[in-house]
């Protein structure tokens, strides 16, 4: 009995593979193109806005006041030219002296001197602590906020930074030149502290 002759499978699984041949290879070719496009754009940025650095940046909002954990902080990678200047290579255990706003990187400029801590580490360079009775407390100041001192009428300090609150004084950070004013103020119990309204974010200019 004659039997038909049986489809050769080899031959045919060959003649497919070659069939898609053409669209393997044109598919590798584009990768390779995409590669090189890929590498490309990222030295061009790399060209336009620097090295990317691995840059410290605050998890959430940090108070005046509060020293730096760990877990305040995550890490980002940057640009360098969009880094502001003066970041802390390593802020943990810093205390904060101006509000760190969610997301912003950690400066100098925001954080006391390494090693400063507690309320010593509020009062700016050249500044002198005071202590100021207060009665009644002032129930919503906190620690960073700024006051203006006012005795018999007129200012004697201007935005003095509050670095500690007690139960019947606060005390705060005032210029050199503005201690005997304020300390006949405190004397005759004449000092009323006024609150000032925060600072805009992302001011470094202000005391």
């Known amino acids: 009995m004659h039997h038909p002759p049986r489809p ?3 031959l045919r699984l060959r003649l497919r593979a070659r ?9 590798a070719a584009a990768l390779a193109v995409l590669a090189a496009v890929t590498v490309s754009n990222a030295e ?3 060209d336009r806005y620097g090295p990317r650095q691995r840059v410290p940046v605050a998890r959430h909002d940090l108070r005046p006041g509060e020293q730096i954990q760990p877990g305040d902080l ?3 990678e940057l640009p360098s030219l969009a880094l502001p200047n003066g970041v802390v290579p390593e802020p943990s255990g810093r205390t904060v002296t101006q509000p760190i706003l969610t997301g912003e990187a950690v400066v100098e400029a925001r954080v006391a001197p390494d090693g400063r801590q507690g309320p010593h580490a509020l009062v700016p360079p050249g500044g ?3 202590a100021v009775p207060v009665d009644p407390p002032l129930a919503t100041l906190r620690v960073g906020d700024r006051v203006d001192l006012l005795a018999l009428g007129r200012w004697v300090a201007r935005e003095a930074v509050v670095v500690d609150i007690g139960d019947q004084a606060i005390v705060v950070a005032v210029g050199e030149q503005e201690v005997p004013a304020v300390a006949r103020g405190v004397l005759d119990g004449s000092v009323i502290p006024v609150i000032v309204s925060p600072p805009v974010p992302g001011d470094l200019t202000s005391r």
């Open 74 to 76: 995550e890490w980002r």
């Open 44 to 46: 061009q940025t790399a």
């Open 19 to 27: 069939r898609h041949w053409p669209v393997t290879a044109l598919a």
């Open 128 to 130: 002198r602590a005071i």
């Open 8 to 10: 050769r499978s080899g």
